[in-house]
């Protein structure tokens, strides 16, 4: 097995001291580490001491021009496996959020498409302040992982709250959990679907009825988005078309957010063409015939209102019933049914022109819409296969391994 390789961002705070017994234990535990500080965190620690635990040259600025030319922050970026930021302060979660890039430690932030461990460390009242909050979940929103902060005694005194970073034993768990999901299976040679789109329907669509109310549905979109992410895991390009869900943005994979059904077909019809295409958005079966551009008023004059509703487009259809050449040469539907679940799915396989049909039983109490476990039947030319109850992320990645073997048997290489 190769080398598993880290970069190490260690941001300006009294923690950046844990860093070498960071560095010392995950070179134990067969990590190479290389290490780009900021500088405010040579106030710290030395370059000289990390470089000498690490055993690797500590890079430190941007613009030195020596540097720069032989290795660069875009180079840094794609020879990591894995970038953890240790301490992230206040200043460099902000901006991490704000998409800064002033010194070489943002550069790299912002141009690399690796996961990103980041361990918090400041006063309880910076953490807790709105602004770090804010920052914390956008930085979460962007795929990025947290380890901590921890609660506890900080190094001012009379000082206690959540603000302490993870210890080195903690953040090394924190590594080794993320080479499991995401790393460990695709480093090397398996990345299957590099070189292939992905496209990818999730959520519910929102059909406005006036400005401020529309019509909607229970989806929450976690099943499109772990395949989305499990796509990305495989090398694959991944376009996300998604309607409205608040999920976190899957690392890597491009999202387009819609509103509408109709908005969702014409992106899904400019992300053509692509090697597989999956139909996992519960898209509204019908629209408001004549949304109104004012909100629509109660009061005495007006009689209560009568929705009258026209269907709206079938994306699924459209891409299954494309002319060859558009059609990617997979298409996958799901249907969520309450009744005769492999029965409506069989027809919906035919009527829609998908080549598979992933079946589930969204009766209320399976608990599967919104809920995170998903119990499937893959009908398919062949016949159905039911697989039993797993978490969303297992269907994912289990339909994703299903998907790159069949594009390696039945198409050409990528
Ligand atoms: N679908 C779509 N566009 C629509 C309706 C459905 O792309 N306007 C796709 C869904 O993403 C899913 C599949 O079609 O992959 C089946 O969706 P489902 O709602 O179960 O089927 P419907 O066609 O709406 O049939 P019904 O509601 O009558 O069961």
Request: one cysteine or more.
């Given at each position: 097995m190769r080398e598993r390789r880290l970069l190490l961002i260690i941001g300006g705070g009294i923690a950046a001291y844990k860093c070498l017994e960071l560095i010392r234990r995950a070179r134990e535990r067969g990590f190479s580490v290389r290490t780009v500080m900021t500088k405010a965190a040579q106030a710290f620690v030395t370059p000289l001491s990390v470089s000498a635990i690490s055993n690797e040259r500590v890079l430190t600025e941007l613009f030195d021009v020596d540097e720069e030319r032989e290795i660069g922050h875009i180079r840094l970026s794609r020879e990591a496996d894995l970038i953890v930021v240790a301490p992230a302060t206040a200043d460099l979660m902000a901006k991490m959020a704000g998409g800064h890039a002033d010194d070489l430690a943002t550069a790299v932030l912002l141009a690399t498409d690796k996961p990103v461990l980041i361990a918090p460390a400041m006063n309880p009242r910076m953490w807790q302040h709105a602004a770090t909050q804010r920052n914390a979940a956008t930085l979460e929103a962007d795929g990025i992982h947290f380890i901590g902060p921890n609660a506890g005694e900080m190094a001012e005194r009379n000082e206690a709250g959540p603000g302490r970073m993870a210890e080195p034993h903690e953040i090394l768990a924190a590594i080794e959990r993320l080479w499991g999901d995401e790393i460990a299976n695709h480093?090397?040679?398996?990345?299957?679907?590099?070189?292939r789109h992905v496209l990818i329907t999730a959520g519910p669509t929102h059909e406005p009825i006036d400005p401020v109310r529309y019509i909607a549905n229970r989806s929450s979109g976690k099943q499109g988005y772990a395949l989305a992410a499990a796509a990305r895991a495989l090398g694959a390009r991944v376009t996300l078309i998604s309607g409205p869900t608040g999920l976190p943005i899957p690392h890597g994979v491009f999202v387009s957010h819609v509103e509408s059904a109709r908005e969702m077909l014409a992106t899904v019809e400019a992300a053509l063409p692509a090697d597989v295409g999956i139909f996992t958005a519960a898209v509204a079966d019908w629209r408001v015939a004549d949304a109104s551009n004012q909100k629509i008023k109660k009061d005495a004059?007006?009689?209560t209102p009568t929705l009258s509703l026209v269907e709206n487009p079938d994306i699924l259809k459209t891409v299954g019933q494309a002319k060859a050449g558009r059609r990617p040469p997979l298409v996958v539907g799901f249907a969520a049914e309450t009744d005769n679940v492999l029965e409506n799915a069989k027809k919906k396989r035919k009527s829609k022109g998908a080549d598979w049909i992933v079946a589930n039983d969204v009766s209320p109490?399976?608990?599967?819409?919104?809920?995170?476990r998903n119990a499937v039947h893959i009908v398919s030319a062949e016949g159905v296969e039911s697989w039993p109850d797993m978490d969303k992320g297992d269907v994912a990645r289990q339909l994703m391994d299903r998907v790159a073997a069949w594009l390696a048997e039945n198409t050409g290489e990528a």
């Amino acid at each position: 097995m190769r080398e598993r390789r880290l970069l190490l961002i260690i941001g300006g705070g009294i923690a950046a001291y844990k860093c070498l017994e960071l560095i010392r234990r995950a070179r134990e535990r067969g990590f190479s580490v290389r290490t780009v500080m900021t500088k405010a965190a040579q106030a710290f620690v030395t370059p000289l001491s990390v470089s000498a635990i690490s055993n690797e040259r500590v890079l430190t600025e941007l613009f030195d021009v020596d540097e720069e030319r032989e290795i660069g922050h875009i180079r840094l970026s794609r020879e990591a496996d894995l970038i953890v930021v240790a301490p992230a302060t206040a200043d460099l979660m902000a901006k991490m959020a704000g998409g800064h890039a002033d010194d070489l430690a943002t550069a790299v932030l912002l141009a690399t498409d690796k996961p990103v461990l980041i361990a918090p460390a400041m006063n309880p009242r910076m953490w807790q302040h709105a602004a770090t909050q804010r920052n914390a979940a956008t930085l979460e929103a962007d795929g990025i992982h947290f380890i901590g902060p921890n609660a506890g005694e900080m190094a001012e005194r009379n000082e206690a709250g959540p603000g302490r970073m993870a210890e080195p034993h903690e953040i090394l768990a924190a590594i080794e959990r993320l080479w499991g999901d995401e790393i460990a299976n695709h480093i090397g040679a398996t990345q299957p679907l590099a070189g292939r789109h992905v496209l990818i329907t999730a959520g519910p669509t929102h059909e406005p009825i006036d400005p401020v109310r529309y019509i909607a549905n229970r989806s929450s979109g976690k099943q499109g988005y772990a395949l989305a992410a499990a796509a990305r895991a495989l090398g694959a390009r991944v376009t996300l078309i998604s309607g409205p869900t608040g999920l976190p943005i899957p690392h890597g994979v491009f999202v387009s957010h819609v509103e509408s059904a109709r908005e969702m077909l014409a992106t899904v019809e400019a992300a053509l063409p692509a090697d597989v295409g999956i139909f996992t958005a519960a898209v509204a079966d019908w629209r408001v015939a004549d949304a109104s551009n004012q909100k629509i008023k109660k009061d005495a004059k007006h009689a209560t209102p009568t929705l009258s509703l026209v269907e709206n487009p079938d994306i699924l259809k459209t891409v299954g019933q494309a002319k060859a050449g558009r059609r990617p040469p997979l298409v996958v539907g799901f249907a969520a049914e309450t009744d005769n679940v492999l029965e409506n799915a069989k027809k919906k396989r035919k009527s829609k022109g998908a080549d598979w049909i992933v079946a589930n039983d969204v009766s209320p109490a399976t608990g599967i819409m919104g809920g995170d476990r998903n119990a499937v039947h893959i009908v398919s030319a062949e016949g159905v296969e039911s697989w039993p109850d797993m978490d969303k992320g297992d269907v994912a990645r289990q339909l994703m391994d299903r998907v790159a073997a069949w594009l390696a048997e039945n198409t050409g290489e990528a």
